[in-house]
């Protein structure tokens, strides 16, 4: 879809007015063309973590941060939840299209043909001592499984695309299962043909041996809807990382491994993990929650409420509603009270009423309740990041495809303001003094 160009930005500096484009969105959002901002001014902008910076015109995910809306290529995200499922909602973002009948049964089969790992990989599972975190064995072992597929190793071109984006997809699963079963000292476990994406991921995790793990169609439908819901989320961190590294022409899976490490920090992907220990440490120290709420405003304490907050969402994440709504539902049917989910219900409570959280319209985000959902599902805390990017690596890779596909395709190059010494000459080390 084009984007409207037409009005226009006027800049004044040292006496000289100079005219940028403002250009809109399909939204509305607007923005102000900056592309000849240096070569006519000689100044470049300033943003302290890009909170007004738009790196891309993407037409993947939509977000409106003060009406708490997300949408994936046009459909509103609660939808997607209700009606698809993770594979389909995979191929809409990186497609552009819901599929038909054919094109999902084509790109499933590819799923499943590719689920498999290179057998000599598990010489490299070998090499991680058990306790090595499940992050940074995914990275390593995203590139590590690109090693095996000599074609894999540049950018992909457009015939080969559908078949790297399925087999990491796919992969991404099996690896994540293979390091839960290798830090618990478990027998692999290996995907069977018959079984649907996260169908495969419960086998892989959770089946003996000598016995099926019961597939029960509610905990398979909560973990297909967290899939769903982290599927994509416009320019984050990590998708932008993904973005970054793809810029250079870099391939697919090394872009993807970028977006793991990136998304593992705690201020992003990696908060649900920080939420469930956040919680548990107030469970075991007796807090029923308000003595941490008391120090997360503190800015002396080094805490932050877990969970809470987001750099665009100025309301109510809309997905952290669904999550609490599935997370509700799963623990009645499977009958679980987890003391968790009371101190969490109890802290959402307090912070919406607090001052502090309502003047800096701090809501829950995504992170808050998905951990619960995760302990339900007895998926291991330390995992919980790895089930956040199998949901994004679909986001990741219609981000990258938007860049394979632009015909202008510049590498991502920002500038910066020199705060560093002026010119100054080499001290040879006797001048330098003791
Ligand atoms: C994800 O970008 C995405 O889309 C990310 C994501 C995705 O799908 O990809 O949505 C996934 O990363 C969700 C966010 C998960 N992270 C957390 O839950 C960690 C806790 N939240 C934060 O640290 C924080 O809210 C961020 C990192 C999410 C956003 O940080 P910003 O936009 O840089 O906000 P800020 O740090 O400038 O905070 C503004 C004010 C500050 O107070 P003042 O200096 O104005 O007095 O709000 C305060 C902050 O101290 N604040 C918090 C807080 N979050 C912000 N205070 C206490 N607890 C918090 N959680």
Redesign the pocket.
């Known amino acids: 879809m084009d984007i409207k160009t037409g009005s226009t930005a006027k800049l004044e500096i040292d006496g000289k007015v100079h005219e940028l484009a403002v250009i809109e969105g399909t939204e509305h959002e607007r923005a102000i063309d900056i592309a000849s901002l240096r070569s006519s001014t000689g100044c470049i902008t300033l943003d302290d973590?890009y909170?007004n910076t738009g790196s891309c015109q993407s037409a993947i995910t939509f977000?409106d941060g003060e009406k708490g809306i997300l949408r994936y290529r046009g459909i509103p995200v609660a939808e997607m939840a209700e009606k698809s499922s993770y594979v389909e909602t995979a191929y809409l973002l990186i497609y552009g299209h819901l599929p038909r009948k054919s094109e999902l049964q084509r790109f499933s089969k590819m799923l499943t043909q590719n689920e498999n790992l290179h057998e000599d990989m598990k010489y490299h599972f070998e090499g991680f001592p058990s306790q090595a975190h499940p992050m940074a064995i995914l990275s390593a072992m995203i590139n590590a499984s690109s090693c095996f597929y000599p074609g894999q190793m540049q950018r992909p071109t457009r015939d080969v695309f559908d078949e790297q984006a399925a087999r990491l997809i796919s992969q991404v699963r099996t690896i994540a299962a293979f390091s839960y079963r290798k830090s618990r000292g478990l027998p692999i476990i290996y995907p069977k043909p018959s079984y649907k994406y996260t169908e495969n991921l419960l086998h892989m995790l959770f089946s003996d041996v000598y016995e099926d793990y019961e597939l029960r169609p509610e905990v398979v439908r909560a973990l297909d809807t967290i899939f769903i819901l982290?599927a994509d989320?416009?320019q984050?961190?990590?998708?932008s990382t993904v973005r970054m590294v793809a810029s250079a022409q870099a391939n697919l899976f090394a872009s993807a491994a970028a977006g793991v490490c990136a998304?593992w920090g705690?201020?992003?992907?990696g908060?649900n993990q920080?939420?469930i220990e956040m919680l548990s440490d107030i469970h075991s120290s007796g807090d029923d929650g308000s003595r941490f709420i008391k120090a997360?405003?503190d800015?002396n304490s080094g805490k932050?409420?877990?969970?809470?907050?987001?750099?665009?969402?100025r309301n109510y994440?809309p997905?952290a509603r669904i999550i609490k709504e599935t997370c509700d539902t799963l623990l009645k049917t499977l009958n679980i009270s987890d003391p968790l989910l009371d101190i969490a219900h109890r802290m959402e409570e307090a912070a919406l009423s607090d001052p502090?959280?309502i003047e800096?319209k701090?809501y829950p985000?995504?992170?808050?309740y998905s951990g619960i959902i995760l302990r339900a599902l007895r998926i291991p805390t330390e995992m919980f990041t790895v089930i956040f990017a199998i949901g994004?690596m679909a986001g990741w890779i219609a981000n990258f495809k938007e860049i394979l596909d632009d015909p202008k395709g510049r590498i991502y190059r920002p500038r910066q303001v020199y705060t560093g010494a002026t010119l100054t000459s080499y001290v040879p080390m006797g001048a330098r003094g003791e």
Do not use: Q
């Open positions: 973590g909170g977000i982290h989320h416009e984050n961190c990590s998708t998304l705690p201020l992003h992907g908060a920080w939420v997360a405003k800015k932050r409420l877990m969970g809470f907050g987001h750099r665009v969402y994440d997905r502090y959280f800096r701090l985000n995504v992170d808050f994004r």
